[in-house]
């Protein structure tokens, strides 16, 4: 196999402590050169609500949401978005190149340790899935058991074009589509998006979510915040 990210050839052999844990096995997609390109964040010093790194307690953004009333939702992301990580998202959503999709697989393998907890992803709306020809979220999520529970209207623009302030004036676009008795199996619902940048997006899927009557926990995990 070769690097995702530079082409060069992958020697990966798994580690023993990959091999007798209870995680499934991923093979690597990126070489260690590659992988030191991305900035890890650091969860144990990142905003308490959405996960923005080098941040003690709450981040601006954050406290901004708390004061227009809407429901806490707690965010992890696993990056921050770096050149490198920016020249990754042109690549697979930009320029369509699906063959990225697993580039970070072995890191999302291990949401699986989140016990009782119903992934979710923010699907792509239909007009962006035809020009496209593949739902970018799906893929990249696609080691975790997926429950395509929102359905997404096609919009006017896309959320990547708009800045800071029309991102939030952004209306709902989200519909659920699952019934209440199948969302209350579950303690807490993990959505799951590619960038978390502003969280309106984010927000609004939990607000559908919360609207079709389900009464538990709405977290998020994105790849990049």
Known sequence: MNCRRCGQLLFTQPSLTALISLRPLVKATLCNQCRQAFDRIDQA?????????????????CMRWRKMDEPVLQNRGLFTYNDAMKD???RYKGIGDYNLRDSFASD??????????????????????AERGFDPVLGLFAPLPLREWLVKDNTQMPQAKKNRAARLKTPQSFRCVATKEEMAKFDRICLLDDLYTTGRTLHHAAAAILTAGYKGKVISRSLIR
Do not use: K, S, Y
Request: proline share 2%; aromatic share 10%; hydrophobic share 35%.
């Open 108 to 129: 999302i393998v291990q949401f699986m340790q989140m016990r009782g907890c119903a992934f979710v992803p923010l699907t792509t709306e239909a007009g962006h899935f």
């Open 45 to 61: 010093h990142c905003c308490q609500d959405c996960g923005r790194a080098d941040v003690d307690g709450r981040c601006r953004d």
């Open 88 to 90: 990754w998202i042109e």
